[in-house]
Each structure stands twice: as C-alpha cells, then as structure tokens.
C-alpha cells in the first residue's frame, strides 16, 4: 500500500493536544470550531478523526471554502453529496 507525501501527518504536541480535545468534545456533544492561521493542521486533525470513525454509522464528505464560497453554492455543493449518496445506496 502506497501512501501519498500529502497524507503522511507527522504528530507534534499541538496536533496531539487538538485531537485528544476534539475527541472528548464530540464525545460529549460539544460543537467544536477549530481557528488559527493557515497551516496549523486544523484540517489535519479533523480530517483524521472523521477517518477514525465507523464509515457503516457514518458519512464522511468534505466541503472545501474559500472567501468567495457564497450560501448559495454551500447549499448546492451539499445537496449534490446527499444526492449522490442516496441515490447510490438506494
């Protein structure tokens, strides 16, 4: 199994410290916003619990943003996931 550069998460205090806080916040059903300059490893961090998570309980799907994403196209982005899911698991 090849593992692609991009994906290899090299773990630092900080990345720990955000993934034990996370997990024990969604545990107990806190909303969590995860904030900081880019290149932190927010996404990082998120992006591997929502791959720790049983994929036969839950759906992963991630919606990238950029200062021109507008509601609009939030919606439709959204909507064009769920379609496709549901029409590939009916």
């Given at each position: 199994?090849?593992?692609?550069?991009?994906?290899?998460?090299?773990p630092?205090?900080?990345?720990?410290?955000?993934?034990?806080?996370?997990?024990?916040?969604?545990?107990?059903k806190?909303p969590?916003?995860f904030?900081?300059?880019?290149?932190?490893?927010?996404?990082?961090v998120?992006?591997?619990?929502?791959?720790?998570?049983?994929?036969?309980?839950?759906?992963?799907?991630?919606?990238n943003?950029?200062?021109?994403?507008?509601?609009?196209?939030?919606?439709?982005?959204?909507?064009?996931?769920?379609?496709?899911?549901?029409?590939?698991?009916?």
């Amino acid at each position: 199994m090849s593992v692609q550069v991009s994906e290899v998460i090299i773990p630092t205090a900080e990345s720990a410290c955000q993934s034990f806080f996370l997990k024990m916040m969604l545990e107990a059903k806190i909303p969590v916003l995860f904030v900081g300059p880019t290149g932190t490893g927010k996404s990082a961090v998120i992006l591997s619990y929502l791959s720790s998570l049983p994929r036969d309980k839950f759906i992963r799907s991630v919606v990238n943003f950029s200062a021109r994403t507008s509601a609009n196209q939030t919606q439709e982005i959204t909507m064009s996931k769920l379609d496709r899911y549901f029409t590939l698991s009916c």
